[in-house]
């Protein structure tokens, strides 16, 4: 799937909220009553977009995968779309399956907004240290304690992730991105990981910011919390459990 999150209060259900997964299952069940609701690989926040989010539900309708795709289309709104469909398991669930995720933080260098990044990248018109930045990056690879990585809401006890790679990208003259992959994530990590960078970047913060959070497993060690619209959910890795073809494609 993928959906411009501006308009979404994030992918999991909420009463009275606007979501991903509750505007997904009204398109499914108007093809098929009884289906389930859609389980998701990745419970996106407010505002943050999806390239390539993967949803599963089970259906007992003989329908083939580009029936769907072509049917849940035709019922969801212009901001949300599914992409690709295959055949899985009952049950099958992404989100406990999925090899790792990868998600982009772009950042849009420049004094002047532009119209075509709104909603797409978080504008910043004071100068970064990208060097700086990159070092800080790489202090986030590898297997850590992420507890200080997370806001508030988050209660989970388990807190050790894998991140395989956190690097910067140049997409353009004036267009930075964050590159963040790993096997799971926390409510908020990576746009706490992207606020951070740009901490050290401007000089808010010293560097090793994110070591240190990370011996001490204390919020207040990292920088702000990136706003979400510079945020999209880029790909989950489920190729090894569907045949070990790339998927999503």
Do not use: C
């Not at 508030?152 to 894998?162: L, M, S």
């Not at 990208?169 to 409510?187: P, Q, T």
């Amino acid at each position: 799937m993928a959906y411009d999150g501006e308009r979404f209060s994030g992918w999991a259900k909420a009463p009275s909220e606007r979501t991903v997964q509750d505007v997904l299952h009204a398109a499914i069940t108007r093809m098929d009553p009884d289906a389930s609701i859609p389980r998701g690989a990745s419970r996106t926040d407010a505002g943050v977009h999806a390239e390539g989010q993967a949803a599963a539900f089970d259906t007992a309708r003989d329908i083939e995968p580009r029936g769907w795709v072509l049917g849940l289309n035709a019922a969801l709104d212009e901001d949300v779309a599914v992409r690709a469909a295959r055949g899985v398991a009952v049950g099958f669930d992404p989100r406990t399956v999925s090899r790792g995720k990868r998600y982009r933080y772009r950042i849009l260098l420049d004094q002047a907004r532009d119209p075509l990044l709104r909603g797409r990248a978080w504008r910043i018109g004071y100068p970064l240290d990208l060097d700086k930045m990159a070092r800080e990056a790489a202090r986030a690879e590898g297997t850590h304690d992420f507890r200080a990585f997370r806001s508030a809401r988050d209660e989970r006890r388990i807190t050790i992730r894998t991140l395989d790679r956190v690097a910067l990208e140049r997409e353009s003259d004036r267009v930075v991105a964050i590159v963040v992959h790993g096997n799971a994530f926390m409510h908020n990590m990576v746009r706490i990981i992207a606020g951070t960078l740009v901490d050290v970047a401007r000089g808010q913060l010293e560097e090793g910011a994110i070591a240190r959070a990370i011996a001490s497993g204390a919020r207040d060690d990292l920088g702000a919390t990136a706003p979400p619209h510079g945020l999209v959910l880029e790909h989950v890795d489920l190729g090894v459990v569907l045949g070990g073809a790339s998927w999503p494609p």
